[in-house]
């Protein structure tokens, strides 16, 4: 099955920009998706390939490049704390996967 | 834009069956395809299965195929999940998400490459 690595955890101070990467096989060649999931509420998806949904703001961008997915988060805000998830619709099986999650810290 | 609402807590003995739902409200519940996730506590997320609202037509993850029924009422602008014999690591909260993102990369896919809306989650806790 194909499977979508994430880092546990990344830190980043305010106002400073965050790099969350998704790695798996070919990932370059599929749409990535992100969620963010803040504690005990749903998740939200805040990027898609590289285009957002009309009420995420621009701080959030997508890349998706060989055998790695980069969500950026530019300008960084206390509110962005959450966990993300990448995910994508795998073909060869007609699954939707999504990665272990990345818990930003705002410190 | 569009709402889902599902039903409440749930707490079940193993080998039971659970039934949750999830309504819909301000968008034509039947112009997109409603899918089923699980998020078991702590962990990542595990795609269930997905319905469509206009046709019926369903399809499941390999998982859980055999004891997953999904359905829904167009009357009520409503889809429910039914999950049969529940084990202790079906224990998980349970959410609906509506198959938002259709096109990517000149691709079009009825049943979405992902979702733009999801129900607020539904705990399920199987204990004996």
């Known amino acids: 099955s194909y499977v979508l690595t994430q880092p546990p955890s990344v830190s980043v101070a305010p106002g400073h920009t965050a790099s969350l990467t998704c790695g798996g096989d070919d990932i370059g060649s599929k749409s990535v998706l992100w969620y963010q999931q803040r504690p005990g509420q749903a998740p939200v998806l805040v990027v898609y390939d590289n285009g957002r949904p009309s009420r995420i703001p621009e701080r959030f961008s997508g890349s998706n490049s060989g055998n790695t997915a980069t969500l950026t988060i530019s300008r960084v805000e206390a509110g962005d704390e959450a966990d993300y998830y990448c995910?994508?619709?795998?073909?060869?099986?007609?699954?939707?996967?999504f990665g272990t999650g990345t818990k930003v810290t705002v410190l | 834009q569009g709402q889902l609402v599902q039903s409440g807590a749930e707490v079940k003995r193993p080998g039971a069956s659970v039934k949750i739902s999830c309504r819909a409200s301000g968008y034509m519940f039947t112009g997109y395809y409603l899918h089923w996730l699980r998020q078991v506590p702590g962990q990542g997320f595990e795609w269930m299965g997905w319905v469509s609202p206009n046709t019926g037509a369903t399809d499941s993850a390999h998982n859980f195929r055999g004891r997953v029924t999904l359905t829904t009422d167009t009357s009520t602008s409503t889809a429910s999940i039914d999950l049969s014999e529940l084990k202790s690591d079906d224990t998980a909260v349970y959410y609906c998400?509506?198959?938002?993102?259709?096109?990517?990369?000149?691709?079009?896919?009825?049943?979405?490459f992902g979702f733009g809306i999801w129900g607020q989650g539904t705990v399920v806790t199987v204990s004996s």
């Open positions: 995910q994508v619709w795998e073909s060869s099986s007609d699954q939707y996967v």
């Open positions: 998400a509506r198959a938002d993102i259709t096109l990517l990369r000149g691709v079009f896919r009825v049943s979405g």
